[in-house]
Each structure stands twice: as structure tokens, then as C-alpha cells.
């Protein structure tokens, strides 16, 4: 089998509820989709979606890095030599993780179509849903309550919310979401680096009776010494996101034992490849992971499912980002229903664009 034409496109979407976390807020998102051709008569598709303050990328540098390095390296090339391929660009196109991850599915697509079989099959078919989290943006009090009401209501039972900004404010916000929806629905909360040790210390204790399920990087990614200080003096999970953008930080994270859980996502990991090694580190060192995701097309939301489904210890998911996005040509690449996700049983990654 051989590569024969790669193309890639950038696609805007606006979401139907812009959201605010504690660095900046979002409206849209612009994601670069990937069409991978071969002689047998298979195409794989990916996605990217790039973020200049957390990837380095914007989607002018994803299809500059395709049309210029990818493409021209790809065509011709055995696209189910998918290691082979994906080391050698990662030294051709540096430290762009996005842009990798949105070949890597492709390749990963094209394995599985070949192959016959979905992707979360061919890499260990551990389980076959998994529930995901919904997150609520930095809202004023009424309307995070009302909202966290309406998403009880449609059935999911975990809800994520961001923070950050104001512990005092937080804490509250935390009371009257549990008052709100009962003891049956998880509550996580990501502070997203906004808090001190103090803060985090402070809004872990103050919110113990609320039963928070666990905290994402409370503290600045530059101060990795702060998540351990708040992760050994807790009784509640602290779980890096920001922290954690490769292998490497997989391993110094683990190896320092600085939190107690990883945020695996595909896009600042560079794909599945990349994931499945970051989340062996974790495993090893017996961290629990989450799937999350950044402002992602459904297609983008498949692969990291895929990923989810396949390995034992990635226990939570945060594959959320597609839910409301207008205009989505991937619309369909995931099934959603009461809150659990579940892969297109299709070879591949399960849907043709």
C-alpha cells in the first residue's frame, strides 16, 4: 500500500456557548482536518486543533508544516509503517504537537480501515463506552447552577468546573452546585494554574463536605514543586494538565511523584502513538489517567475515545468539546447518550468525511 495525495483544510466553528476559564476565554475554534489517500482504495482522515498559547500552532502553521514537510515526505510512503513514519517527523517538524496528532490519526484510520477493525479494538478493546465529564465554564453563580441543572437534567452525572480566578468565589460556586444537583453527580474542578499553594490548600479543605472529586493543576505549570506541595498535604487526587505536554514530562512528573494523576491529550501529546507511551509512564508509576481534550471537531473527540477505550487505567474521560459546536463537518464521529460516549464500531476511527 502506498500514499498517494494528502490534503488538509482549515475549518472555523463557532460554539454554541463560549466559555471562559481562568487565562482566557473562547468563542470558536478553527481546526484543520487531513485526507490521506492510497492506492487500495482507503483514506484516512485526522484533525488538529492547534492553540498558540498552549501547542505553539495556529492553523496557518499546521497547513504550512502538511503541505510543506508532511506531504512531501508522506507520498509515496507505506502508511501502515505508521512508527516509522511518525519518528521520523517528529524531527522534520519539531515541537508541533497538534500538527502530528492530526497525521497520527490518519495513519492510525488508515490501519484500522486495513486492517478491518475499529481502533479501539486493534489496540486492546479494554472497554467499549466510557463516561465523559461536562465542563462549565467561569460563570456567575445563577447561571452555573442553572446550567449545572441542565446537564443533570440530560443525563450526564459528571460535571467539570472551571475556576481559578477567585478561591473565595470558587468555594461558593462549589456549595451551591452540590446544593443544586445532589450527591449522585461527580463535581471535578479545574483551577487551570490559577491558584497559590494557599488557595489550593484553602479550597481543598473548605470543599471536603462537598465531596470534589478531584482537582486539576491548581497551580502555575512553571512551579512544578507547587503541585506536589498540594498534592502531598490533600486527601483528594490533584491531576496535571498543563504540567504535562510529552513523554518527558510524563516521566519527570512520575518520577518526582508530583500529583497523583496525568490529563492525557491527544493534541499536546502529538496523537495516539505518543499517548499510548505517555500513558505506559503512568501506569508504571500508578497514576490514573484522564482523556480530555482542547477545543476539538468530533473526529478529534474519535481518536481520543479510541485511545480511552483501549487501555485499563485511563479511568476518566473529558471529551466534551464537540457537544455544541456549529458547523462541524465531523458531526456523527462519536455517539453520545446520557453522558457516555461510545466509538463508531466502523474500521478505523469509524467515520469517512
Not at 472497554?127 to 446550567?147: A, E, H, W, Y
Not at 481520543?304 to 462541524?328: C, E, M, Q, T
Request: some cysteine; aromatic content about 8%; charged content about 25%.
Amino acid at each position: 500500500m502506498k500514499i498517494t495525495h494528502i490534503e488538509a483544510w482549515s475549518v472555523s466553528m463557532k460554539l454554541e456557548e463560549p466559555y471562559s476559564i481562568a487565562y482566557e476565554s473562547i468563542e470558536e475554534t478553527t481546526n484543520v482536518f487531513i485526507r490521506v489517500e492510497t492506492n487500495r482504495i482507503i483514506t484516512g482522515f485526522g484533525c488538529a486543533a492547534p492553540d498558540l498559547q498552549i501547542t505553539g500552532e495556529s492553523h496557518e502553521s499546521v497547513l504550512n508544516a502538511v503541505n510543506e514537510i508532511i506531504g512531501p515526505y508522506l507520498i509515496g510512503k507505506d502508511p501502515l509503517r505508521y512508527a516509522l513514519h511518525l519518528e521520523r517527523l517528529k524531527k522534520k517538524v519539531g515541537r508541533k504537537p497538534a500538527t502530528l496528532a492530526c497525521i497520527d490519526m490518519a495513519l492510525y484510520d488508515i490501519l484500522g480501515k486495513h486492517g478491518e477493525m475499529p481502533i479501539w479494538k486493534l489496540l486492546g478493546g479494554f472497554r467499549n463506552r466510557i463516561k465523559t465529564s461536562i465542563t462549565i465554564g467561569i460563570l456567575p453563580f445563577d447561571d452555573t447552577v442553572n446550567k449545572a441543572k441542565e446537564y443533570a437534567t440530560r443525563g450526564f452525572s459528571s460535571l467539570k468546573l472551571k475556576g481559578g480566578l477567585d478561591v473565595e468565589g470558587d468555594i461558593e460556586k462549589v456549595r451551591k452546585v452540590r446544593e443544586a444537583v445532589g450527591n449522585r453527580i461527580e463535581l471535578r474542578f479545574d483551577a487551570n494554574q490559577g491558584y497559590t499553594i494557599k488557595d489550593a490548600m484553602k479550597f481543598v479543605k473548605t470543599t471536603l463536605a462537598f465531596k470534589i472529586e478531584l482537582l486539576e493543576q491548581p497551580t502555575s505549570k512553571e512551579k512544578t514543586d507547587s503541585l506536589r506541595s498540594v498534592s502531598k498535604r490533600v486527601p483528594i487526587p490533584i491531576m496535571a494538565d498543563e504540567s504535562i505536554m510529552s513523554l518527558r514530562d510524563a516521566f519527570r512528573l512520575a518520577r518526582g511523584d508530583f500529583v497523583d494523576m496525568v490529563n492525557i491529550k491527544l493534541m499536546k501529546a502529538g496523537g495516539i502513538y505518543e499517548a499510548l507511551m505517555i500513558n505506559a509512564v503512568a501506569r508504571s508509576a500508578g497514576l490514573e489517567v484522564m482523556v480530555g481534550c482542547m477545543d476539538e471537531a468530533a473526529l478529534g473527540i474519535a481518536a481520543g475515545l479510541h485511545f480511552a477505550l483501549a487501555r485499563p487505567n485511563v479511568i476518566y474521560a473529558d471529551l466534551d468539546s464537540f457537544i455544541g459546536l456549529k458547523g462541524d463537518p465531523s458531526a456523527g464521529a462519536v455517539k453520545l447518550k446520557n453522558g457516555t460516549l461510545y466509538a463508531n464500531d466502523s474500521p478505523g476511527l469509524g467515520f469517512e468525511m
